[in-house]
């Protein structure tokens, strides 16, 4: 492929997102071009992508099918109103999405991003209580460490101290499962660890705490992804669904991460066969090509807010571009591409290679634990002393250098690659990371 290599006179007018700024633009890292499991820098180097983008090119780059779709919806149909308008293309998306979703999850709300999915879900959950004349239930509960976007209701019910420290006193009425991460029970664990469904329980003090009666919804990762690649420990999640139920209280998956074959399945959900109420998602609905996010919500949850006047508008929520045309297409030539290159049953079939790749780093200087499942994993360094951060951050800027992406977060490296690796690439991918952490400060 033949790109243009071009570096921006003037790189500060962009303010850059969850990135030190005057660092990057002392050297910036630019990307030029990218196909399949590769992307290319502006000095023409190729970099092999260990983490599918931000997580959501689960397909690869540039695949043709989605490229074809795009390029033609552009032309054919730009973009349609998205309030009392509609368009073919978002149907048909949100009955596909429907019909992978866990069995009774059957109705699919389109927004433009994870962080407004998660939002939407949050709303969801009120407006669905108090349309069912349970008006007290306003608290919303997440998770330390859980990760689920920027908006005010994610930052409220996410648990990352620097996504909110910030920003005020954000969502009143909003309380935290501990999280469920424990290098000292669970390290090297693969798969799902067997210690720690008991934190699940913590649900039930919150439930004394508050009353049941004042609880819309719990919200968790079913394996949290931004906070370093957090198992669900076995019996967790089923436990989490069990008290909610019992209480009353909607179990939202923000599966943003998870959904779309990262681990073998469709979503989480089925992987750990828990159904929870509504699933968020985003990022490989579309394969990352064009901005979408979507919550996936009972059949239950739909029909509760059916039953007023037919002219009435049921819910007083949406986006400008909730399901965008060309996002539709990007979905369905996504959906397809999935399917017939049977990338979900791929992940399962590299599963075991992978994880044989990620435990082969166990020894090997600055490794505290090493976790996976499906195409993920997390690689936990010990961090330098008084530098949290630098040590891991200082991997990502070697590998770099060597032609690989990784991802890092706190001291953790994180990898999902595109489903589409190949063993070959599994081995340059921990070659260079187990080379770089041998020279690592
Ligand atoms: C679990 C989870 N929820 C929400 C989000 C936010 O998605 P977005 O960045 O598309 O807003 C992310 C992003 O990584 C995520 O991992």
């Not at 931000?54 to 032309?75: F, S, T, Y």
């Not at 076995?234 to 436990?239: A, E, I, M, V």
Request: charged residues 20%; aromatic residues 8%; contains cysteine.
């Amino acid at each position: 492929m033949s790109v243009t290599a071009t570096t921006p006179n003037d790189l500060e007018p962009f303010w850059m997102p969850f990135t030190a700024n005057r660092q990057f633009k002392a050297a910036p890292r630019l990307f030029v071009g990218a196909k399949d499991m590769h992307y290319t820098t502006a000095d023409s180097r190729s970099v092999l992508d260990g983490t599918a983008g931000l997580w959501c090119v689960n397909a690869g780059h540039a695949r043709p099918k989605i490229v074809e779709a795009v390029q033609r919806q552009v032309e054919e149909l730009d973009y349609a109103p998205a309030f009392q308008m509609g368009h073919p293309k978002i149907f048909e998306l949100a009955a596909r999405v429907a019909n992978m979703a866990p069995e009774g999850i059957d109705h699919v709300f389109f927004t433009n991003s994870g962080s407004e999915a998660v939002d939407s879900a949050l709303k969801i959950a009120l407006a669905y209580h108090r349309t069912k004349g349970d008006g007290t239930r306003t608290r919303l509960i997440g998770r330390e460490r859980g990760y689920h976007g920027v908006g005010f209701g994610g930052i409220s019910v996410g648990g990352i101290v620097k996504n909110r420290m910030f920003f005020g006193s954000l969502l009143a009425g909003v309380d935290h499962l501990p999280h469920t991460h424990s290098i000292e029970h669970n390290a090297f664990s693969k798969g799902q660890p067997e210690w720690g469904a008991h934190l699940a329980d913590e649900l039930e003090n919150i439930v004394t705490l508050h009353d049941a009666s004042t609880i819309a919804a719990v919200i968790v990762e079913p394996m949290a992804g931004s906070t370093g690649v957090l198992m669900p420990p076995k019996g967790y999640l089923q436990r989490l669904r069990e008290i909610c139920t019992k209480h009353g209280i909607l179990l939202i998956f923000d599966e943003v991460i998870t959904g779309f074959g990262r681990l073998g399945e469709a979503f989480a959900a089925d992987k750990f066969d828990v159904m929870p109420d509504m699933i968020t998602c985003a990022k490989g609905l579309t394969n990352g090509v064009i901005p979408m996010g979507a919550v996936l919500v009972r059949k239950e949850i739909y029909d509760a807010f059916m039953d007023g006047p037919e002219n009435a508008i049921e819910l007083f929520h949406g986006y400008t571009y909730s399901g965008h045309p060309i996002a539709a297409a990007a979905g369905l030539a996504t959906l397809d591409t999935y399917k017939e290159e049977g990338l979900f049953e791929r992940c399962n079939e590299m599963a075991s290679y992978w994880e044989d790749a990620v435990h082969s780093l166990k020894g090997l200087p600055h490794v505290i634990d090493l976790r996976n499942m499906g195409l993920i994993a997390g690689i936990e360094l010990e961090p330098i002393a008084d530098q949290p951060t630098a040590r891991a951050f200082e991997a990502f800027l070697r590998c770099y250098d060597k032609g690989v992406l990784i991802r890092t977060t706190g001291d953790i490296i994180a990898l999902s690659p595109p489903l589409i690796i190949s063993k070959q690439n599994i081995d340059e991918l921990f070659g260079t990371i187990a080379d770089v952490l041998k020279t690592l400060p």
